[in-house]
């Protein structure tokens, strides 16, 4: 009997967890529907753009825990999300040019990014991308092409495979901008002015070598910059890079400090749309 209703408290416990939130859902996504985000060009003046910041999105939890991985039935709907309230990808680059008054951005422009240069971003991100013509950045560690996460493995994530030379120029045909994220991902803000330089160049001039296109994307890997960073980014060439600040990319931002809203793979339905929202 006592074991019975046990089991009652928990099944009843299970479905007020559900309907709660499916009630935060419905009431975040009617404040999406009450109160739009504004275009990104309007009235007033180039307006700001949310910059998505996604790493892996991988079924395999074995790769890592949902900080950086986000699960692909999660992404698809998060994608499905965007298409279907009227969002359209766009580069950063088409938003720097915008914010210059040297063309126009789409209503709802959104842009999405991929940090490290995952293999599951081809395998898994790339088809679902596809599936509604979404375009994405993918910022690429060129030492590491090929190889594996060298960079944090083992001491702070486990092992996950790198996408070699073929995936990204499959990526790159498909539409899918390939930046910058250093030679070997270390923390820029603790190097020298010359190792900068170094990190910032070479890996610029390997991805260009390989994939014959300019890459005028960076990311800072860990978010570490500081403003020598900034001057060796110009001095490499690059037109625009992105932080791991959390916010809206902004005018007043450019060209190297554009901030991003990190999506997480325990991230709710109505935590994604709260993210997308929460800026404005």
Same mark, same amino acid.
């Given at each position: 009997?006592?074991?019975?209703?046990?089991?009652?408290?928990?099944?009843?416990?299970?479905?007020?967890?559900?309907?709660?939130?499916?009630?935060?859902?419905k009431?975040?996504?009617?404040?999406?529907?009450?109160?739009?985000?504004?275009?990104?060009?309007?009235?007033?003046?180039?307006?700001?753009?949310?910059?998505?910041?996604?790493?892996?999105?991988?079924?395999?939890?074995r790769?890592?825990?949902?900080?950086?991985?986000?699960?692909?039935?999660?992404?698809?709907?998060?994608?499905?999300?965007?298409?279907?309230?009227?969002?359209?990808? #766009?580069?950063?680059?088409?938003?720097l040019?915008?914010?210059?008054?040297?063309?126009?951005?789409?209503?709802?422009? #959104?842009?999405?990014?991929?940090?490290?240069?995952?293999?599951?971003?081809?395998?898994?991100?790339?088809?679902?991308?596809?599936?509604?013509?979404?375009?994405?950045?993918?910022?690429?560690?060129?030492?590491?092409?090929?190889?594996?996460?060298?960079?944090?493995?083992?001491?702070?994530?486990p092992?996950?495979?790198?996408?070699?030379?073929?995936?990204?120029?499959?990526?790159?045909?498909?539409?899918?901008?390939?930046?910058?994220?250093?030679?070997?991902?270390?923390h820029?803000?603790?190097?020298?002015?010359?190792?900068?330089?170094?990190?910032?160049?070479?890996?610029?001039?390997?991805?260009?070598?390989?994939?014959?296109?300019?890459?005028?994307?960076?990311?800072?890997?860990?978010?570490s910059?500081?403003?020598?960073?900034?001057?060796?980014?110009?001095a490499?060439?690059?037109?625009?890079?992105?932080?791991? #600040?959390?916010?809206?990319? #902004?005018?007043?931002?450019?060209?190297?400090?554009?901030?991003?809203?990190?999506?997480?793979?325990?991230?709710?339905?109505?935590?994604?749309?709260?993210?997308?929202?929460?800026?404005?």
């Amino acid at each position: 009997m006592l074991l019975a209703l046990v089991s009652l408290v928990f099944m009843a416990a299970a479905v007020a967890h559900v309907v709660y939130h499916d009630a935060r859902y419905k009431l975040t996504l009617a404040l999406f529907e009450a109160y739009p985000p504004a275009a990104a060009e309007g009235k007033s003046g180039p307006r700001p753009v949310p910059v998505l910041m996604y790493h892996k999105v991988n079924p395999d939890p074995r790769t890592g825990g949902l900080g950086l991985r986000v699960p692909p039935d999660k992404f698809a709907w998060q994608m499905d999300f965007l298409a279907s309230h009227g969002y359209h990808t #766009v580069s950063l680059l088409d938003v720097l040019a915008a914010w210059q008054g040297q063309k126009k951005l789409p209503s709802r422009p #959104v842009v999405i990014t991929f940090d490290d240069g995952y293999l599951d971003n081809y395998t898994y991100a790339l088809p679902i991308l596809r599936q509604h013509g979404f375009t994405a950045t993918v910022f690429v560690v060129a030492g590491t092409v090929g190889g594996i996460n060298s960079f944090d493995y083992p001491v702070r994530q486990p092992r996950n495979v790198m996408m070699g030379w073929d995936e990204i120029k499959k990526m790159q045909q498909a539409g899918i901008t390939i930046g910058s994220h250093t030679l070997n991902h270390p923390h820029l803000a603790d190097l020298t002015a010359d190792q900068q330089a170094y990190q910032l160049r070479r890996s610029k001039e390997i991805l260009e070598e390989h994939l014959g296109r300019p890459v005028d994307v960076l990311c800072y890997p860990y978010g570490s910059y500081n403003e020598e960073t900034l001057r060796q980014a110009a001095a490499a060439g690059y037109w625009v890079a992105v932080t791991t #600040v959390q916010g809206l990319a #902004v005018p007043a931002d450019a060209p190297y400090r554009l901030k991003r809203i990190r999506i997480r793979g325990d991230y709710s339905r109505d935590k994604f749309v709260h993210e997308l929202l929460r800026y404005y």
